[in-house]
Every structure is written in C-alpha cells, then in structure tokens.
C-alpha cells in the first residue's frame, strides 16, 4: 500500500485547508484511515480517524469541531478539511492507513502504512 499526501500550505490563521490522501491498491475500501501530524521537536500525535464505510469518525479534542475527516472510496482518497486554522496546528501531517480493523484508534503503533507528509504552516 503506498500513500500519497497532499494539500499542505502556508496559510492564516483563521484560514482553511484541505488535505487529501491518496492510496494505491484495490482494497482502500477495507482500510480504516487516519490522520496525525508532528510539530517540531514534539511527537507524532492523533488528528483523526474514519472508519472503513466511513461511518465512523473519531477526533482529537484538539481539532474537534474545526476539522473534518472524511474519505471517498471510489477515487481511493481520505480528506481532511480543517477550518479556523491556528499557529498550534502547524506541522507536519501523515496519513495512515489500518489494515487489520478493530475500534477507532488514535495509537499510531496500530496504523501499517505511512504516507510521506504534507507540511501545514499557519502564520498569526
């Protein structure tokens, strides 16, 4: 499975973006997927996660009613709308994709592939 980010930028606060995540392969539809981003000199840290039908999403605090995860498996892609950015949300973003299932899951030990990252950086 390869995943490819994109849609990263410098942008203002208070600004939006969205990030899209491609992956090859075609059994997308049985991944759950998720979202987690690094800031610099800090680990890596949960963002989102959606279920493989999609009916299922799940969300760090931190982004709780600003971003949006959500995935189209007919174009094999995950997206990730993010509103009201703040300086706080810049960093670098991954997705990642579960291969295995189980419940939602912000542990990035229980994610099996890696996309290569796509840097956000929001300016005060």
């Known amino acids: 499975v390869q995943l490819q980010a994109s849609g990263g930028g410098l942008v203002q606060a208070g600004d939006s973006l969205r990030l899209s995540c491609t992956a090859s392969?075609?059994?997308?539809?049985?991944?759950?997927m998720g979202w987690f981003r690094q800031a610099p000199g800090k680990e890596r840290e949960f963002v989102a996660f959606?279920?493989?039908?999609?009916?299922?999403?799940y969300y760090a605090d931190s982004v709780k009613g600003r971003f949006t995860i959500s995935r189209d498996n007919a174009k094999n892609t995950v997206y990730l709308q993010m509103n009201s950015l703040k300086p706080e949300d810049t960093a670098v973003y991954y997705c990642?994709?579960?291969?295995?299932?189980?419940?939602?899951?912000?542990?990035?030990?229980?994610?099996?592939?890696w996309g290569q990252g796509t840097q956000v950086t929001v300016s005060s």
């Open positions: 959606i279920s493989s039908n999609g009916g299922t999403t």
């Open positions: 392969g075609r059994t997308f539809s049985m991944y759950q």
């Open positions: 990642a994709a579960d291969l295995y299932g189980g419940p939602p899951s912000g542990n990035p030990d229980e994610y099996d592939y």
